[in-house]
């Protein structure tokens, strides 16, 4: 019976525990019976709790059992399994980083997320995969190798939250926190067939603070609404995040289907390379059914020249300063080359491309003036091969632009801007297409609403079950 609630969403489950159709403690366990074998196989999982899971749903199961359905109005998340990506600590609880380095590391406190997470009643189930110290767009790792698509088993989930995405669309676990600093929570849920949302820089506190100022944490889910609740649950200032922000009185209580309509702005490509036709034939269908739920969607022209070099240039100089030399024998080797570029860097070239970032965020906010949101489809090519860091192309070339591949997702981290990636449709080979809807600055409830009305208007939930029939 718990195998029945694999792909429920948040308000399926706390419905389906309220009514005794399924306890936390046997819908937990059903997780990680398919963390231990089926995210084995995908690689999604570095860590998997099962004591500490199963204690949290017994406590979980009993609460529900003494204080009935009010019991959510203050643990919104009780009894739900969550992932977490293996990027952020997690206090009693192995924390690798995707590293040699880190394989061994048990942290002794939990930062603001993680804290907010057990909060909320959320059950930990275990840490996600993620490239080391999450430099690359794919989830690989020395230490635990490839990130398998669960639609295509050969091709890459995308990264760095690569597992986090991977472990959500195959039915681990309701939703799962990932990071994204270039595209790592966008990129595997454009991959994987799920909602991959990154919030406004600041909105939710990223402890450590990341030395680039480039990255944010952001939920990764099968609905739009569970986007949402795990955006409140993180959302909110803490003193150990300096840039943290605090959110408005009822900011996440988004507006009723049929609300205010939005100016969006379709743009067909962002740069080099530009999107696959097929990806750009059902990105821009998905945009344009927008306006079956009341926008107004237009073309738009790119606001800006591709912006890599000021992005490889921030994240160069962030690797160089955070490689140790005495394990750099165990390190990722495309890494090792990204921060040997960065020890070639100048104070000044450092200088000149945070000149650059400034300039390209006021550039995106005048461009914005007169559209509420800009659409385009999230990654611009299929997935490439499990074991590559990159697709093919690049590595043929020998190209070290090891991000260039994906031109529409770093832009918005350089702005810290609000984008979320939403499934868009598939290949003819049954591959996830994903749409980005980017917002302005801080408007991260109208970029959700956007995704909730095309959900509602294109509803993919289905998908899941498929994917279900086609893994069995």
Known sequence: MADAFRFSGVADLREAFARGEVSPLAHVGAVLDRAETDGAELGAFITVDRAGAIAAAKEATARIRREGPTVWRDAPLLGVPVSVKDLIATSGLRTTRGSWEHRDWVPDADPPAVERLRAAGAVIVGKTATSEFGWSGSGNSLLTGPVRNPWNPKLSAGGSSGGAAAAVAAGMGAVAVGTDGAGSVRIPAAFCGVVGFKPSFGRIPYVPASPENLSHLGPLTRNVADAVLMTAVLAGPDPRDPYSVPSAPGEWDLPAYGGRPLRIGWIDSLG?????????????????????????????????????????????????????????????????????????????????????????????????????????????????????????????????????????????????????????????????????????????????????????????????????????
């Not at 590595?395 to 632009?401: E, F, T």
Request: aromatic share 6%; with cysteine; net charge negative.
């Open 272 to 472: 080099d390379p530009a999107p696959e036709p097929e990806i750009r034939v059902i990105a821009c269908a998905a945009a344009a059914a927008l306006a079956e739920a009341g926008h107004t969607v237009t073309e738009a022209a790119p606001p800006f020249a591709d912006p890599y070099g000021v992005l490889e240039t921030i994240l160069a100089a962030a690797e160089a300063a955070a490689t140790d030399p005495a394990t750099a024998e165990r390190a990722a080797p495309g890494r090792l080359r990204v921060a040997e570029l960065g020890h070639r860097l100048s104070a000044v070239d450092l200088g000149r491309a945070e000149r650059d970032r400034a300039e390209l965020t006021e550039r995106v906010r005048t461009a914005m003036a007169d559209v509420d949101l800009l659409a385009m489809p999230t990654v611009p090519l299929v997935p490439f091969a499990a074991e590559l860091d990159q697709p093919a192309e690049q590595v043929s070339k020998g190209r070290l632009p090891w991000l260039a591949w994906t031109p529409a997702t770093y832009p918005f981290n350089l702005t810290g801007q609000p984008a979320i990636s939403v499934p868009a449709g598939f290949t003819r080979h049954g591959l996830p297409v994903g749409l980005q809807l980017v917002g302005r600055w801080r408007a991260d409830a109208t970029v959700l609403a956007a995704a909730r009305d095309l959900e509602r208007v294109r509803p993919w939930a289905a998908a899941y079950d498929r994917l279900a029939a086609t893994a069995t």
